[in-house]
């Protein structure tokens, strides 16, 4: 098998993808197994500083020194579980000394095999209007939405304040339940959880509209690849 890294920016979501490659590989690989992985940060204020400074250069450039931390470490490959830091990923992968997964190519692959037209996406408003899924789902030809900018706002308040750092309050989870409804009134036949924290607090139970776990998808894609390999 692959040896997986994970280049991790936030702890949640980091932990969330971690989490489900190794519980859900005993399925296919027998009790206990799951592939190898390595998982390395930076701290998340060193990432916040490029992220609102709209310096995409200075995020690229510790994706990619975190890419060879986790390539020295024996990895064969890469994922970011973090969406928004995605916005910087041309600006590094060429020099990467492995290859990635793209979260948003993950996704926009699972929406196409579910024959999804128009997704709505939720996220920091860093990743909602920014291009990473406006290029990977145009390229699909798929359509999408977001939120309004008053509620892309307090989204973006609620995960950079509240869902990084751990809290879930049924509060946050209403308001991401009623903004998805709204998607849906306005055409959306599915919704992209589109920061990794996000499944944390929203699940299909809870959702009006069938949800795209950015988070697991890309754990899953992960472990498939890993295991092709074998």
Known sequence: MKHIGIVACSAEGAALCYRTICTEAPALLGKYAHPEVTVHTFSLADYMRGIEADDWQFVADLML???EKVSGAGADFAICPDNTIHQAFAL???KSPVPWLHIAGVVAE???RNGYRRLG???TRFLVEGPVYREKLDAAGIGHMT???ADRERINSIILDELVAGVFTDEARDYFTGNIKELKERGCDA?????T????IVTQESSPLPVLDSTRLLARAALKKAIEAA
């Open 65 to 67: 020194a975190s890419a």
């Open 92 to 94: 590094f992968v060429d």
């Open 110 to 112: 699972e929406a196409g």
């Open 121 to 123: 996406v939720l996220g």
């Open 147 to 149: 939120p309004e900018k």
């Open 191 to 195: 919704v992209v959880l589109g920061c």
């Open 197 to 200: 924290e996000i499944p944390l």
